[in-house]
């Protein structure tokens, strides 16, 4: 696993922490709350989730808080679990096509 400009996080623990801020931005609906609640920079934020500017480990582990989730979650990309509705929080569920049964 790659360490991109000798960071603490490699690129996929990257990428998953982006979306997990990416979730955050949808559950909190600015960038400038999610900033306000992970005490960053408004503008941080918003360069990190354009992969403008490195993911931190200070960063995972706030997100991680605040998600209220494991740390490792977030490194990992179980969350936010796929197909979770980041207004909501509803995890749609993938279902069955329904046959018609005979009678």
Known sequence: MKRPDGGDLTTQEQTNVRTALKFLRGRFGTWELVAKVLRFNQTT???VSTGH???TATMAFR???LAKVPVDDVLSGRFPAEGTCPYCGHIA???A???ARSV
Do not use: D, F, G, T
């Open 45 to 47: 934020l918003s360069a």
């Open 53 to 55: 500017k490195m993911v």
């Open 63 to 65: 997100v991680a808080r």
């Open 93 to 95: 569920i993938a279902e």
């Open 97 to 99: 096509p329904v046959q």
